[in-house]
């Protein structure tokens, strides 16, 4: 993996799967659409997880980046 | 979903119906009038839900970005 | 309701009834005298409520924008 | 009461009493000296108080605005 | 107390015993030496106080301003 | 060890393995790619620690800065 | 002492031996060899410790600013 900087990482994950981590515990999987400098992120196809198991269907989220620890493109 | 930045997924639902999840683990439920970059948010006709029961009438509303982890458009 | 930008709800509701939520839990009902873009608010005839039931008089208050989670206009 | 912005409540307050609300939970009562834009706070003849009790005398006390949640001005 | 904005009263406190009351509930006593418009602050001869009773020596210390509720210079 | 500036201790672990404590209380283990001044930080080979055990495997990962405690390169 | 400024305290103390509380209240004692005005720091041959005792030895550490309570060097 090639990253100069942090968010290459996001540019590189667009229109792929991610699994983001919220500061309340909860995780988010959705395809990456769209994201700025203070990391707030937009997902499509967002389910909500709690221990692995899918919690709710949210379709398009859009999520402010200060809730956010952690952002991991499926691999 | 055509997004470039984050905050076009808002723009597009202006008018429309979104879920707000709050900080607090409240959701609020209205019609998105009007946001900023804080992500500083009006909305109307707004509910109150907790465990999917409405649990207050709201009216209009105005919540302060901070307190936002997640603004989800109804599809 | 027009609102173009989020402070126009609040402008709107100058000299007006509101109810504000704040991140300790409590709400705070009374006249929305002035507030600036950090949403430092003042209120006029300030009355605390708890569970519905008002807990304190406060008279004319200042809140510090970043304990507000919601200001919502008496309708 | 004629208000502007938020801070003018405070400026007419100055040599007055005031019960400031501190995000820990406690409350202090004195009269007000200094403040400035970020709402740091001086207070002259500082009392501490907790449930309505006078829990400490503090005299002087410089206090960081970040903490505060609200400051009312006695009627 | 003469007082125009709020760093005046830490001036005139330079070394002079302060109380300090941090974020975490602890108390720290010592002379103040310096500080600047964050409110990171040194106190020289520190000691920690929880309840009244001294429970560390800890001599110089650097506090990030932060963690700072409240400081008290001692009358 | 030789380090003018903080940023430089992490420049010289580009490419190697780092152990990040979150404010969450978790441990990552991974190669450090990439790093900002805001201290957003991209790991690759991710495992996410609890008491010494691996409890996932993430690949690569996003860290937002405000998360996190601490970076220690393996000595 | 003669600190004109805060960080004067930082700069005396760099090689020397510090201790640092953390906002999870944890204390990391180690080799201060960087700090910058946000207070991220670099310790060097950090020991980390909980009620006086040495939990982990982390050699070098960066650590973020804002997790930092306070540094005391050691007298």
Chains 1, 2, 3, 4, 5, 6, 7 share one sequence.
Do not use: C, Y
Request: hydrophobic share 35%.
């Amino acid at each position: 993996m090639t990253v100069e900087r942090p968010l290459d990482i996001l540019n590189n994950a667009r229109n792929k799967k991610v699994i983001v981590e919220l500061k309340n515990g909860k995780q988010l999987v959705g395809i990456l659409k769209a994201f700025d400098i203070h990391i707030n992120t937009v997902l499509e196809n967002t389910e909500e997880k709690e221990n692995g198991n899918t919690t709710r269907k949210l379709g398009n989220t859009f999520l402010r980046g200060d809730t956010i620890i952690m952002i991991s493109p499926e691999s």
